[in-house]
């Protein structure tokens, strides 16, 4: 059974920059794509970006491409997200998952981290 644990969130300033974390446990890490998901209060997850398991493909949704840059470490089973100019709306609850599909939002993601919150104050 593989087990994600985020880090990395907290408060910060609309310009600011963050690193997440999300670090599994437990199984094969390498051979899942991986996905950040995020969910504001009051609205639905959304996807934010992925990973394939070698690292060699991404997908970002619109809304953070040239912000978030997501990045893995398979030594380290450890997956990145790096957020920069970060915005009020960016503020939600961060999740990591991960997926034996491709690195996208229509894929099945199976195993998911209990998230972690990011704030951005304007």
């Known amino acids: 059974q593989v087990q994600l644990v985020e880090s990395g969130g907290g408060l910060v300033q609309a310009g600011d920059s963050r690193r997440l974390s999300c670090a599994a446990s437990?199984?094969?890490?390498?051979?899942?794509?991986i996905g950040w998901f995020r969910q504001a209060s009051g609205k639905e997850r959304e996807f934010v970006t992925a990973i394939s398991w070698s690292g060699d493909r991404t997908y970002s949704a619109d809304s953070v491409k040239g912000r978030f840059t997501i990045s893995r470490d398979n030594a380290k089973n450890t997956v990145y997200l790096q957020m920069n100019s970060l915005e009020p709306e960016d503020t939600a609850v961060y999740y990591c998952?991960?997926?034996?599909?491709?690195?996208?939002?229509?894929?099945?993601?199976?195993?998911w981290g209990q998230g972690t919150q990011v704030t951005v104050s304007s």
């Open positions: 437990g199984g094969t890490f390498s051979f899942y794509a």
């Open positions: 998952a991960l997926t034996k599909g491709t690195p996208s939002p229509r894929a099945r993601y199976d195993y």
